[in-house]
């Protein structure tokens, strides 16, 4: 066979494996899913995560006719679970549902096993948390200007209790401490709901999650702001930070689905198809909106410039305030 006619064949036998590749790809994607979904935590349950992750997880095994299973792996800040996603095999089946704070802080503030941009593709926004300070009533305090004139004459006596180290919650006591000058201790816990069962009872004074806000509704806790660029439709009397002289002072708290890099593209682009579909139905929004949430429309790539945009500031945050994790 002469050279033309081999490279021919050659050629012919290369446009043949990519458009099989193509075509496989394109099966896979129209198949997907075809069994359960793993989506995992990487924090314990019954805190924020968990909260905002079981109707999404309700949601989508309606929608695509697979179970969406929850699997919880907290430990670490959400570094245990997040690295535990970052090394799954990237067939589709194994996704993250995280806050911004597992791949905005983390990683700025302790060696991880996982790169933040590199090890992950992001999928979907799936909301963002909609709440303040919340402190006991054993404080004595019933607004803002109150508690910061009490933390002031009583530095080191009020406690914060966290969903962990280099949490989103961790960075906003921070820059509370940093922008009004107070010495507050903060508690890490493994997750939310364990700080919260301590707040309950006056353990610690102080919180700032959405799991508290039922009990703020039940008069057994007491809301100081909003850290957020509008007021709490539930509260609106409440001001919010910047309305207390705190401006970008907030320290957004964002939730989002990401996949472990190398997952088929056109699966990732399905599930954030449908993740955009879900996120502007009333059901899922009066969902959201019942445990504080609201979820905000982005393309992939605007989540990625979001996430970019997140690392910056926080890094800023964590130099400003000398945070370590020693």
Not at 32 to 38: E, F, I, R, Y
Not at 221 to 233: A, E, G, K, V
Not at 241 to 246: A, Q, R
């Given at each position: 066979?002469?050279?033309?006619?081999?490279l021919?064949?050659?050629?012919?036998?290369?446009?043949?494996?990519?458009?099989?590749?193509?075509?496989?790809?394109?099966?896979?994607?129209?198949?997907?899913?075809?069994?359960?979904?793993?989506?995992?935590?990487?924090?314990?349950?019954?805190?924020?995560?968990?909260?905002?992750?079981?109707?999404?997880?309700?949601?989508?095994?309606q929608?695509?006719?697979?179970?969406?299973?929850?699997?919880?792996?907290?430990?670490?800040?959400?570094?245990?679970?997040?690295?535990?996603?970052?090394?799954?095999?990237?067939?589709?089946?194994?996704?993250?549902?995280?806050?911004?704070?597992?791949?905005?802080?983390?990683?700025?503030?302790?060696?991880?096993?996982?790169?933040?941009?590199?090890?992950?593709?992001?999928?979907?926004?799936?909301?963002?948390?909609?709440?303040?300070?919340?402190?006991?009533?054993?404080?004595?305090?019933?607004?803002?200007?109150?508690?910061?004139?009490?933390?002031?004459?009583?530095?080191?006596?009020?406690?914060?209790?966290?969903?962990?180290?280099?949490?989103?919650?961790?960075?906003?006591?921070?820059?509370?401490?940093?922008?009004?000058?107070?010495?507050?201790?903060?508690?890490?816990?493994?997750?939310?709901?364990?700080?919260?069962?301590?707040?309950?009872?006056?353990?610690?004074?102080?919180?700032?999650e959405?799991?508290?806000?039922?009990?703020?509704?039940?008069?057994?806790?007491?809301?100081?702001?909003?850290n957020?660029?509008?007021?709490?439709?539930?509260?609106?009397?409440?001001?919010?930070?910047?309305?207390?002289?705190?401006?970008?002072?907030?320290?957004?708290?964002?939730?989002?689905?990401?996949?472990?890099?190398?997952?088929?593209?056109?699966?990732?682009q399905?599930?954030?198809?449908?993740?955009?579909?879900?996120?502007?139905s009333?059901?899922?929004?009066?969902?959201?909106?019942?445990?504080?949430?609201?979820?905000?429309?982005?393309?992939?790539?605007?989540m990625?410039?979001?996430?970019?945009?997140?690392?910056?500031?926080?890094?800023?945050?964590?130099?400003?305030?000398?945070?370590?994790?020693?």
């Amino acid at each position: 066979m002469r050279r033309r006619e081999i490279l021919g064949v050659a050629g012919g036998a290369l446009a043949a494996a990519v458009v099989g590749t193509a075509g496989q790809a394109h099966a896979q994607a129209a198949s997907w899913p075809d069994k359960p979904v793993k989506v995992i935590l990487p924090y314990a349950p019954g805190g924020a995560t968990d909260l905002i992750a079981r109707p999404w997880a309700e949601k989508l095994s309606q929608e695509f006719k697979q179970q969406f299973v929850i699997e919880n792996r907290g430990g670490a800040g959400g570094m245990i679970g997040t690295e535990a996603v970052s090394k799954a095999t990237p067939d589709g089946y194994t996704f993250l549902f995280t806050p911004g704070a597992t791949l905005a802080v983390l990683p700025t503030l302790r060696k991880t096993a996982y790169d933040p941009v590199a090890s992950f593709m992001p999928v979907g926004r799936v909301g963002d948390l909609v709440c303040g300070f919340t402190v006991h009533p054993s404080l004595g305090v019933k607004t803002f200007k109150e508690f910061v004139d009490y933390a002031k004459k009583n530095p080191g006596k009020i406690s914060f209790g966290s969903a962990g180290l280099g949490t989103a919650t961790h960075l906003r006591i921070e820059m509370l401490k940093l922008k009004a000058g107070l010495d507050i201790l903060h508690v890490p816990y493994r997750g939310s709901a364990d700080a919260l069962n301590d707040l309950l009872p006056g353990t610690v004074q102080m919180m700032n999650e959405i799991n508290v806000i039922q009990h703020i509704k039940a008069g057994k806790l007491i809301l100081l702001n909003i850290n957020y660029p509008t007021r709490h439709p539930d509260f609106p009397d409440i001001p919010t930070l910047t309305e207390v002289g705190h401006p970008n002072s907030d320290v957004p708290v964002w939730y989002s689905v990401q996949a472990p890099v190398g997952t088929p593209e056109d699966i990732v682009q399905k599930f954030h198809a449908k993740i955009v579909e879900i996120a502007k139905s009333e059901e899922m929004q009066k969902r959201m909106r019942d445990i504080n949430v609201v979820v905000p429309i982005q393309t992939r790539e605007e989540m990625a410039a979001y996430l970019a945009s997140d690392i910056k500031a926080n890094a800023e945050v964590i130099t400003a305030a000398k945070i370590t994790l020693d």
